[in-house]
């Protein structure tokens, strides 16, 4: 084996090492966080603040475990230009789900309500699930881990 081979394959190790370390911060966060805010805060209060939180953290992890400025870190968490056919796609399959509720009122004849405060609560959920929990395996552990394997 040669030295460069050993190198590579020894700084791969350690990177390994860091995706895993920061996954295991941020996902403490992500679970501990929002069961403990929640207790004392509001749920969307809690989802927001934790949201916010592990940005930071992912953000101070890509700058200390990978030597990331904070524009390389957004970029290598996936935070970048969107690609518009996805956009569409994602539109599209928006479109097609939202469209279940009026189709099952209208077949079952069961009345569908929503919460007042259903608004509040969908961002907490789009803050939560779709930029925190987005982040931490998406972004963090599988764009490191696809980065280390080339």
């Given at each position: 084996m040669s030295v460069l081979t050993q190198r590579t394959e020894t700084t791969s190790r350690g990177n390994?090492?860091?995706?895993l370390i920061g996954c295991a911060v941020m996902f403490t966060i992500l679970q501990l966080g929002v069961t403990w805010l929640?207790?004392?805060l509001d749920q969307t209060w809690a989802a927001l603040i934790v949201t916010g939180l592990m940005l930071v953290v992912a953000l101070i992890l890509e700058k200390?475990?990978?030597k990331r400025s904070i524009s390389q870190g957004f970029l290598a968490l996936g935070f970048g230009r969107p690609n518009p056919r996805a956009i569409l796609v994602a539109l599209i399959i928006g479109i097609i789900m939202l469209t279940f509720f009026p189709i099952?009122?209208?077949?079952?004849?069961?009345?569908?309500?929503?919460?007042s405060d259903w608004l509040w609560i969908l961002l907490a959920i789009i803050a939560l699930n779709?930029?925190?929990e987005e982040t931490l395996f998406r972004?963090?552990?599988?764009g490191g881990l696809r980065r280390e394997a080339g």
């Open positions: 390994l090492g860091r995706i929640a207790r004392v200390s475990f990978f099952f009122t209208l077949s079952t004849g069961a009345p569908v309500s929503l919460k779709g930029i925190g972004g963090y552990v599988f």
